[in-house]
């Protein structure tokens, strides 16, 4: 059998970690598109990519719908669990403080982790991957087909996303509330349906990045909680309520884990991005793109 | 922040006393002391993280990260060194005293969202370690033969014996805190969570307020982890885990943050459902946490500890609408 | 409707009826015997086909007039993986049940958190977990003197492993395992006997128990060059790194699993990335396979057939060490009764004892019953066990 090379063995932990930072970056960008609209950061996002994961199976192979089909049906049911979310959890609290958001948010995220763990127990699920499973090989480093439908679709998320808060009238009117809900609420702007709309988008995404991720690494009912909090690392990282930040920050972060556990301890991986979050909330909490006086501004 | 009286605490002291004595009589609670040691532990803990949570107004989702430095400092030092068990609980104190203190400062400069995460992250961190480091802690294997306590020559070796010895712990714990709260440092930190820049500018220096309970509560969790280890003669790092930490905010949600009593409350209605009344339920078990969490969330902000006032203030508000 | 709706909608019906029903057989009083399991949890996997098993073999036994004409009464707690719950679970069952003996628990923590009550409280514990250190005490060099345990240890695995690899000339092996007390415990047994064989471990790799992705270590390993990987862990990441090692293309060097493979759904859920993997199985596992004068073969046929026939579902090796611990004790009721000190004498002057997972042969210093020749190599092959020549 032919040998790697170290070269090889880096870039083998290159390709990784950009692959599992764009789950990141994915995770990231739903956070902020709630995080800027609400200011709340929603626990249970996490909780979106494992549903995504899980019902896309449902759907593809218990019931045997094609792939074109279960993939937007997927993404129809768990953007609706994200209105629930909203309708049930968020908006009923009738004095939201700090802290009642966030345990609201933790809150339901262990809901719904214990529902699915109900309906689908705690065995992992296999998607077949999209386009099979043979490998690409470039400097020795091997590359799944199903990399580039994870890292294609974080580019096709951006590109809609960016269209959608520049050049929509919905989406700008998103932004607004999310600079001023008062002032946005006196232009007419409805910001409890805007509050609504950023769940459902954000859910949507988390959709996406599950059913991506699941033909590579499986899908179980517990994953949501240190993807949330990886995600959050990358939109930190990448500077809160910043698109770029999000997407660039989630690919370093995976890069960092992906080569931390590579050439430093594999025992230690999941340390990784969490290190690198304590660091930037300790050092430099606006992140790369982050902007110190506005979040000194942001209400929380 | 009622005025915490007298009676409500003799009245408590008083069930405690003759508790392990009435389910020794009635067959059907049998157990109910050995459940009640499990919680005398962990009203250690939520005594201090409401403390935090409710008076301070701070989040902290890494409390069991505490909990577990008390128990395997606790542990180390006992088996690996034979240390007396009473000193080396005065050492988890300390070494988690301080490591609260280093992650305390820089964390606690950041708000609400921030706050949480990063105690989220630091308990992660913790729990790798303890996996991890197995020289030390001895992995996922965990530590065994921790020796139990005793004094002189009398031995705590029977859970009735083990219930007096935790509870006395908790009712000192409580009669501190509860002085705590009525002293000047307890309305400063009642200042502090109504408004910091407010009482920023009254002269209250903030962070060392912050600070300090934060590692008043880190303190609280580790004596619980040491009292923990001496009493299953076992430890390994699933205990410490995030779940954990959820669970203590539950506790804290459940019984009402804002009063001392809501977290004993709180951890006595969970650790019950939790080895006793969910045991049917089992697969449940998730979900009826996370129900009960959101739930009171929405309906009872204020916790158990606050429906006495919210249906007061309900009936006043039917008096004068009439 | 998922089975496991099914299944508690179900229970809570058998409940009602059971309530309405009276006693079928007529029993002159009881032995009652303990159980904790982690039922539900992560490692339900483990707990589950335990409960199973022992709830279908105490059933057997009552169908048969029960032990000595007294019903064997089996009060079973879910320990969910949980040390505390574990240990709370076993006071019940002692001070509130007053059971005879106690089986399980599934899991080294879980069990390593109710040994002192064994002692404490003076009755036999039968655990179904792996580690040595449940039956060891380690500081005072000797068996500990009221807990026994069915599964075989990792030791024992280890050197069945190294005993065929030996014997197929390799020396330079790399080790993957999980970062759980079962992967810990097995990793160290392959560091140490490693010499005693003349194995080189080039590569030393670890991952967490929830890790979806291993081709980090993977690559570290390519790069090292090894004749061969063994893995060490159980649950879904001793399936990911097979997917992980087919994906990266090193199907080239062969692949040994843990006697924790031993699922048939583990090799379902490879996805094909389990063809040729090699590794070490109780004899419950292959019991079709065993040539008829096998010792084991009558005991694990007719496991299998009564498994599958009440539960409709292929067996599990866990649920084997159940069994081997219902059976040990209930043995020995029938032998001395309810005495707890004469239960533990018994267990540990059996011998002979033909279980799902070996012939036990219990001592005063040895509490575990069985050597490496509790293992069978086994290979995947076409989707299923076979043999490995």
């Known amino acids: 059998m032919e040998t790697i090379t170290f070269t090889g063995q880096v870039f083998q932990y290159l390709v990784t970690g950009i692959t599992v930072g764009s789950v990141y970056a994915m995770v990231a960008v739903g956070f902020n598109i709630i995080y800027n609209v609400t200011e709340i950061i929603n626990f249970a996002q996490g909780e979106f990519v494992m549903l995504g994961g899980l019902i896309m199976v449902f759907l593809h192979?218990?019931?045997?719908?094609?792939?074109?089909?279960?993939?937007?049906?997927?993404?129809?049911?768990?953007?609706?669990?994200?209105?629930?979310?909203?309708?049930?959890?968020?908006?009923?609290?009738?004095?939201?403080?700090?802290?009642?958001?966030?345990?609201?948010?933790?809150?339901?995220?262990?809901?719904?982790?214990?529902?699915?763990?109900?309906?689908?127990?705690?065995?992992?699920?296999?998607?077949?991957?999209?386009?099979?499973?043979?490998?690409?090989?470039?400097?020795?480093?091997?590359?799944?087909?199903?990399?580039?439908?994870?890292?294609?679709?974080?580019?096709?998320?951006?590109?809609?996303?960016?269209?959608?808060?520049?050049?929509?009238?919905?989406?700008?009117?998103?932004?607004?509330?999310?600079?001023?809900?008062?002032?946005?609420?006196?232009?007419?702007?409805?910001?409890?349906?805007?509050v609504l709309l950023s769940f459902a988008l954000s859910a949507a995404i988390g959709a996406v990045a599950g059913i991506t991720m699941t033909p590579i690494s499986l899908m179980e009912y517990d994953r949501g909680a240190m993807l949330a909090i990886k995600g959050f690392g990358a939109a930190v990282l990448g500077g809160l309520g910043s698109f770029p930040g999000a997407v660039i920050g989630g690919l370093i972060l995976g890069v960092i884990e992906s080569l931390g556990a590579g050439l430093i301890s594999s025992g230690y991986k999941d340390a990784f991005a969490l290190i690198v979050l304590l660091f930037v909330l300790f050092f430099k909490p606006s992140g790369i793109f982050g902007n110190i006086e506005i979040s000194k501004i942001k209400r929380f | 922040m009622l005025r915490i009286g007298k009676l409500p605490i003799a009245l408590f002291a008083g069930f405690i006393i003759i508790f392990p004595w009435v389910a020794g009589k009635v067959p059907a609670i049998g157990n109910y002391t050995d459940i009640m040691v499990f919680v005398g532990i962990y009203c250690l803990i939520t005594i201090g993280l409401g403390l935090l949570m409710g008076y301070a107004g701070q989040i902290s989702v890494g409390q069991a990260a505490f909990y577990g430095i008390g128990a395997y400092v606790s542990a180390i030092l006992t088996t690996r060194f034979g240390l007396n068990p009473w000193f080396c609980m005065f050492i988890a104190v300390l070494i988690t005293g301080g490591i609260a203190f280093l992650i305390g400062a820089p964390s606690l400069k950041l708000k609400g969202h921030y706050l949480a995460m990063a105690t989220l992250a630091f308990g992660i961190i913790i729990f790798i370690i303890f996996?991890?480091?197995?020289?030390?802690?001895?992995?996922?294997?965990?530590?065994?033969?921790?020796?139990?306590?005793?004094?002189?020559?009398?031995?705590?070796?029977?859970?009735?014996?083990?219930?007096?010895?935790?509870?006395?712990?908790?009712?000192?714990?409580?009669?501190?805190?509860?002085?705590?709260?009525?002293?000047d440092t307890g309305r400063a930190l009642r200042a502090i969570h109504t408004s910091e820049t407010a009482a920023n500018s009254m002269g209250v220096n903030v962070s060392k307020f912050k600070i300090l309970v934060f590692v008043y509560s880190a303190i609280l969790a580790s004596l619980a982890g040491s009292l923990y280890a001496h009493y299953l003669n076992f430890i390994n790092p699933s205990t410490f885990d995030l779940f954990f930490s959820i669970k203590l905010l539950i506790m804290i949600a459940l019984g009402g943050m804002y009063n001392i009593w809501g977290a004993i409350i709180g951890a006595g209605i969970i650790t019950f459902l939790s080895y006793e009344w969910l045991h049917y339920f089992e697969e449940f078990e998730v979900i009826v946490y996370g129900a009960i969490l959101l739930v009171v969330t929405i309906f009872l902000p204020n916790g158990l500890v606050g429906l006495p006032g919210m249906l007061k203030e309900l009936f006043v508000r039917q008096k004068s609408n009439e | 409707m998922t089975l496991r709706k099914i299944t508690v909608l179900s229970t809570i019906c058998l409940f009602a009826v059971g309530l309405l029903a009276g006693p079928a057989l007529a029993f002159e009083g009881s032995y009652k015997v303990g159980g904790v399991f982690s039922v539900t949890g992560r490692t339900s996997f483990l707990g589950d086909p335990e409960k199973k098993t022992a709830e279908m073999l105490a059933e057997k036994i009552n169908n048969a007039g029960g032990i000595n004409g007294k019903k064997l009464e089996l009060i079973i707690y879910d320990s969910e993986g949980d040390a505390t719950k574990a240990n709370l679970a076993v006071r019940k069952l002692i001070t509130q049940d007053k059971v005879c003996a106690v089986i399980g628990p599934s899991l080294s923590g879980t069990s390593m958190a109710v040994v002192p009550l064994a002692a404490k409280y003076k009755i036999p514990l039968v655990s179904c977990a792996a580690s040595y250190k449940i039956v060891w005490d380690d500081k005072e060099s000797k068996a500990r003197k009221w807990v026994f345990k069915t599964p075989q240890t990792d030791t024992m695995a280890v050197q069945a492993i190294y005993t065929y690899l030996k014997k197929k000339g390799v020396n330079k092996i790399a080790v993957l395992s999980v970062t759980s007390g079962f992967g810990a415990s097995g990793r160290g047994e392959l560091l140490r006997l490693a010499p005693g064989y003349g194995m080189k471990i080039v590569a030393d790799e670890k991952y967490g128990p929830k890790d979806t992705d291993m081709t980090v270590q993977l690559t570290k390993i390519k790069g090292k060059n090894p004749q061969v990987i063994v893995n060490w862990s159980v649950g879904p990441t001793q399936v990911v790194v097979l997917r992980n090692w087919k994906d990266l293309g090193m199907t080239s060097i062969p692949f040994y699993q843990s006697h924790g493979f031993g699922s048939r759904k583990n090799i379902e859920l490879a996805a094909g990335a389990a063809e040729g993997v090699y590794?070490?199985?109780?004899?419950?596992?292959?019991?079709?396979?065993?040539?008829?004068?096998?010792?084991?073969?009558?005991?694990?046929?007719?496991?299998?057939?009564?498994?599958?026939?009440?539960?409709?579902?292929?067996?599990?090796?866990?649920?084997?060490?159940?069994?081997?611990?219902?059976?040990?004790?209930?043995?020995?009721?029938?032998?001395?009764?309810?005495?707890?000190?004469?239960?533990?004498?018994?267990?540990?002057?059996?011998?002979?004892?033909?279980?799902?997972?070996?012939?036990?042969?219990?001592?005063?210093?040895?509490?575990?019953?069985?050597?490496?020749?509790?293992?069978?190599?086994?290979?995947?092959?076409?989707?299923?066990?076979?043999?490995?020549?």
Not at chain 1, 133 to 159: C, E, K, N
Not at chain 2, 147 to 158: A, N, T
């Open chain 1, 61 to 194: 192979v218990a019931v045997g719908l094609p792939l074109i089909l279960a993939f937007p049906a997927t993404v129809a049911l768990v953007t609706l669990v994200g209105v629930l979310l909203d309708r049930l959890a968020i908006n009923p609290i009738r004095r939201p403080t700090v802290l009642s958001l966030i345990i609201a948010t933790i809150a339901a995220s262990i809901l719904i982790k214990g529902t699915a763990m109900f309906i689908w127990g705690k065995d992992p699920f296999d998607l077949p991957a999209f386009s099979g499973r043979d490998p690409i090989i470039v400097l020795g480093a091997v590359i799944q087909p199903q990399y580039f439908w994870v890292i294609g679709f974080l580019v096709l998320i951006v590109i809609v996303l960016t269209f959608f808060f520049e050049r929509t009238i919905i989406g700008k009117a998103m932004s607004a509330c999310a600079d001023n809900p008062d002032a946005a609420s006196l232009v007419g702007i409805d910001v409890k349906r805007m």
């Open chain 2, 131 to 183: 996996n991890e480091e197995a020289r030390w802690t001895g992995g996922p294997d965990g530590m065994v033969d921790i020796p139990g306590l005793s004094i002189f020559e009398f031995d705590f070796d029977s859970i009735e014996k083990y219930f007096y010895l935790v509870w006395s712990f908790v009712f000192v714990i409580l009669i501190f805190t509860i002085n705590l709260i009525q002293s």
């Open chain 3, 279 to 389: 590794c070490p199985l109780g004899a419950v596992n292959v019991s079709e396979l065993l040539p008829d004068n096998h010792p084991q073969k009558a005991v694990t046929m007719q496991y299998m057939k009564d498994y599958a026939a009440k539960y409709n579902e292929p067996l599990s090796s866990f649920g084997g060490h159940a069994w081997d611990a219902l059976e040990l004790v209930a043995d020995a009721l029938k032998a001395v009764g309810c005495d707890k000190a004469k239960i533990r004498d018994y267990l540990e002057n059996t011998q002979g004892f033909v279980g799902q997972h070996g012939v036990f042969n219990f001592s005063a210093d040895d509490h575990i019953g069985l050597d490496k020749n509790a293992f069978q190599m086994v290979v995947v092959k076409n989707g299923d066990w076979a043999l490995a020549k």
